[in-house]
């Protein structure tokens, strides 16, 4: 009998008890009549009395006959003389033995038990969510146990990480044969670490191997370990690999890991006491401490490898790191056919197209636009999910949420068409640039005023000079269009002049694509390659001449790319102002539309129209 069924059990026995109680209170209620002791010594005077039942401080008895449907009675005080008054009747009498031990004992005893029950469930409350439910289970582990049954997840669960699977596939038959996979003398890691951008299923992909092997999963977030208790975080680690030994074959997953095994001494204060690296130092004891022969397996997850300790990451502990990267083409249509199981698709959906239309799409991104598909096509009352829901979809994603209750005034809205027209010829006029999706001047997300989708339809590993000029050039469109019309410029080119600045700075300053400063790096790559775009301090190596130099190659580069998008529109002056008329008139703008009001587009003299062939 579990400890749940005796909880049960119990609970059946006090409700019993406070049944009977209940009961007995209502049956006294019904049959015992209290009354003022002047009517008993009425009732007493004219025999209406059987018995009498004397105590220290109430007179109880009978009836010789009902009285108002009442058979007894209760009444105060206790007189002295009152034996002698009822030896001069004929009723009978006598006296009720009191246990007064037991009711001081009462008295006292129920008091305390009930502010004790008050004070343990109160910290029992506490503790589920802080860690506190007791102080001899403080040091804990509180993993969550999962068996094959609970997981539910497999390798049919997880796509488009094909090479990550692959290198997991052997620690699942180490599981299932740990005896006989070491038969050559091999060993299997002790650790293995999952790398990868937010969203591209790790933990998914660690499950899935629980799944696969059907051993029990221990699964904790880093951040659980660490407690505001001095040692709770190291107990905890202790008490994890005890569990996972007594049910090994089985494998530990940390989640987070970069939560717990940070660098140490990394912003400690002098003289301080950092309980989280005791926590870490416990579980590098662990590594060591443990033989990969028993059947345990230890994964972990992080997105942030570059801050983990390097003690961490040596031969013998994470001896094993699993890149779960963004998938590419292939790999989004067999995510997407996974996610695409669970709704209701039209005949004539095109996979591969949504993929060509989501480069850069993690995993998670990908269920999401699903999703959102799914609830655009309930919104509208469809039967089915269409490619138009999906490309809703992917704009909502991408640009934010419409917001065509935002007013702008004519002047503003008319800025807006020629700015956004201004993007998409020069990019239809360059070779290499990412196609023109959608053009639109309906307000998006918190400050878009319009937008201009571009999707690349392959993935791209390289770049160019060339392209990342005319990927500069599209971006200053905008802005050539708003001088070549209206003569003056706008705040709403100051987006797209950051990320110019950006990418004409990265090529003079780290990718040497300027002939003056020469084929030289002068600065770090300032991203991580899982996506981390947060700008940090970097030390600078170069003398103040080199930055000036640098400050006018930037200029230069800019300069010349600017000039190449106005010699663009100017010689396309016709179809900008046809194209943005009828923007203004519909508002939105797609491909096919896009391509007809193009015909005829010329490039310049730095590049070949890529519609030409539309003349």
């Known amino acids: 009998m579990d400890r749940k069924q005796q909880f049960n059990i119990w609970y059946v026995l006090i409700a019993f008890m406070g049944i009977v109680l209940l009961r007995d209170l209502w049956v006294q209620s019904q049959t015992i009549e209290a009354i003022p002791y002047s009517q008993f010594e009425t009732y007493l005077a004219e025999g209406a009395i059987d018995e009498v039942v004397i105590g220290s401080n109430k007179i109880s008895g009978t009836f010789d006959m009902p009285q108002d449907g009442k058979t007894g009675f209760v009444t105060t005080p206790v007189p002295p003389d009152l034996a002698d008054r009822l030896n001069e009747t004929d009723v009978t009498?006598?006296?009720?033995?009191?246990?007064?031990?037991?009711?001081?004992?009462?008295?006292?005893l129920l008091p305390a038990l009930f502010f004790v029950g008050i004070w343990m469930f109160a910290i029992r409350r506490m503790g589920g969510g802080q860690g506190m439910?007791?102080?001899?289970?403080?040091?804990?582990?509180?993993?969550?146990?999962?068996?094959?049954?609970?997981?539910?997840?497999?390798?049919?669960?997880?796509?488009g990480v094909d090479e990550a699977k692959t290198e997991l596939q052997e620690v699942i038959d180490f599981l299932k044969n740990p005896k006989e996979y070491g038969s050559l003398g091999a060993r299997m890691p002790k650790g293995i670490l999952l790398v990868g951008p937010p969203g591209t299923g790790k933990t998914l992909l660690a499950r899935a191997v629980a799944g696969e092997a059907g051993v029990p999963f221990y699964s904790i977030s880093g951040s659980e370990f660490v407690e505001m208790f001095v040692g709770v975080g190291a107990a905890r680690v202790r008490d994890l690999f005890e569990q996972a030994r007594e049910a090994a074959p089985a494998i530990i997953f940390i989640d987070e890991l970069d939560a717990l095994g940070r660098a140490r001494g990394a912003g400690n204060i002098q003289g301080g006491n950092d309980?989280?690296?005791?926590?870490?130092?416990?579980?590098?004891?662990?590594?060591?401490?443990?033989?990969?022969?028993?059947?345990?397996?230890?994964?972990?997850?992080?997105?942030?490898?570059?801050?983990?300790?390097?003690?961490?990451?040596?031969?013998?502990?994470?001896?094993?790191?699993?890149?779960?990267?963004?998938?590419?083409?292939?790999?989004?249509?067999?995510?997407?056919?996974?996610?695409?199981?669970?709704?209701?698709l039209a005949a004539d959906m095109e996979l591969d197209d949504i993929a060509a239309l989501t480069t850069g799409f993690s995993g998670a991104d990908?269920?999401?636009?699903?999703?959102?598909?799914?609830l655009l096509a309930t919104r509208r009352r469809g039967e089915k999910v269409t490619m138009a829901d999906f490309t809703h979809a992917i704009e909502r994603i991408v640009a934010g949420l419409e917001k065509r209750n935002r007013l702008i005034n004519p002047r503003e809205r008319k800025i807006v068409a020629y700015h956004e027209m201004g993007h998409a010829l020069v990019s239809m006029?360059?070779?290499?640039?990412?196609?023109?999706?959608?053009?639109?001047?309906?307000?998006?997300?918190?400050?878009?005023?319009?937008?201009?989708?571009?999707?690349?339809?392959?993935?791209?590993?390289?770049?160019?000079?060339?392209?990342?000029r005319d990927k500069i050039a599209v971006l200053m469109g905008g802005r050539a269009a708003e001088t070549l019309v209206f003569g003056h410029l706008s705040t709403g080119a100051a987006d797209d002049l950051a990320r110019a600045t950006d990418i004409a700075r990265s090529m003079v300053a780290r990718y040497g694509m300027d002939e003056g400063l020469g084929s030289v790096s002068y600065e770090a790559e300032r991203s991580s390659f899982l996506g981390d775009r947060t700008p940090g301090y970097y030390e600078r190596t170069y003398s103040e001449a080199t930055a000036e130099a640098m400050d006018q190659a930037v200029r230069e580069v800019l300069r010349e790319v600017s000039e190449q998008a106005l010699d663009i529109l100017t010689n396309n002056r016709d179809i900008l102002e046809r194209s943005a008329t009828r923007l203004l008139d519909v508002e939105t703008l797609d491909e096919a539309t896009l391509r007809d009001l193009a015909k005829g587009l010329r490039g310049s003299a730095q590049g070949k129209p890529k519609v030409a062939a539309n003349e």
């Open 93 to 108: 009498y006598s006296g009720a033995v009191e246990n007064t031990w037991f009711t001081t004992l009462l008295s006292w």
């Open 133 to 159: 439910g007791g102080l001899m289970s403080v040091g804990k582990s509180k993993a969550k146990v999962y068996v094959e049954s609970d997981t539910k997840v497999t390798f049919d669960d997880v796509a």
């Open 275 to 344: 309980e989280r690296e005791q926590t870490l130092n416990q579980l590098l004891s662990e590594l060591d401490g443990f033989d990969p022969a028993e059947g345990l397996v230890l994964l972990s997850a992080t997105n942030r490898p570059e801050i983990l300790d390097p003690a961490l990451l040596r031969a013998g502990r994470f001896d094993r790191q699993v890149l779960v990267d963004r998938p590419d083409r292939a790999g989004r249509v067999q995510i997407l056919k996974v996610h695409m199981k669970k709704i209701v």
């Open 366 to 374: 990908l269920a999401n636009l699903v999703n959102e598909a799914a």
């Open 429 to 468: 006029a360059l070779p290499g640039v990412d196609e023109v999706h959608k053009v639109s001047i309906i307000p998006r997300g918190i400050g878009a005023l319009g937008y201009t989708i571009q999707r690349p339809t392959e993935d791209r590993f390289l770049m160019t000079e060339a392209e990342l």
